[in-house]
């Protein structure tokens, strides 16, 4: 139901939100900053990254492991802190398998928590993608089309549960 409602807001303010932008002009791309907070990370679909972000929130809501799956873009950065010299490790996830089988290490409590909490308006963007939270997820959207958006980093801090690594491949 939420989806709907959102959906049909955002599709009704839609045409009032609509600006022609030709890229060969300075106005038109100021214009097209001004109504798109994401084009600074690449992303030029405001709309169609709202609705992949709520869907993606309702997924991890429900526990929908397969969906949150089609909502990450491979290959997916799980960064992690470990030993009293907080050293950065970081473990790539290639596949939709090979995330499924480490959901519960990746999608930990927390991470859930800050990505179900996150509100659009207080979205952090820069060349590096889209915030979550404090910085435990960013998002960002593929370069080639179809366009898809979802999850390329997961930031689990420490202590983690990666923090003896066994990555099921």
């Known amino acids: 139901m939420r989806k709907i ?3 049909t807001i955002l599709l009704v303010l839609l045409p009032f939100g609509v600006v022609y932008a030709d890229s060969n002009t300075a106005n038109s791309r100021a214009a097209l900053f001004d109504n798109n907070r994401y084009v600074v ?4 679909d405001a709309l169609a990254f709202d609705i992949a972000f709520y869907a993606l929130k309702d997924a991890i809501a429900a526990n929908n492991r397969d969906k949150v799956a089609e909502y990450i873009l491979y290959p997916l950065r799980v960064n992690y ?4 010299d907080k050293k950065r490790t970081t473990k790539m996830i290639y596949t939709k398998e090979e995330l499924l089988a480490n959901y519960n290490r990746i999608f930990t ?4 928590g800050e990505i179900a909490k996150q509100k659009l308006e207080g979205l ?4 590096d993608g889209v915030m979550v939270g ?6 960002n959207q593929t370069i080639n ?3 898809r958006y979802g999850i390329i980093t997961i930031n689990l801090g420490s202590p983690s549960s990666f923090a003896k690594p066994k990555i099921v491949r």
């Open 81 to 84: 802190w470990v030993g009293a």
């Open 109 to 112: 409590k927390r991470v859930k």
């Open 5 to 7: 409602i959102i959906f």
């Open 145 to 147: 089309k179809p366009l």
């Open 124 to 127: 952090f963007v820069n060349a």
């Open 41 to 44: 990370a690449g992303i030029k």
């Open 134 to 139: 404090s910085g435990i997820a960013w998002l």
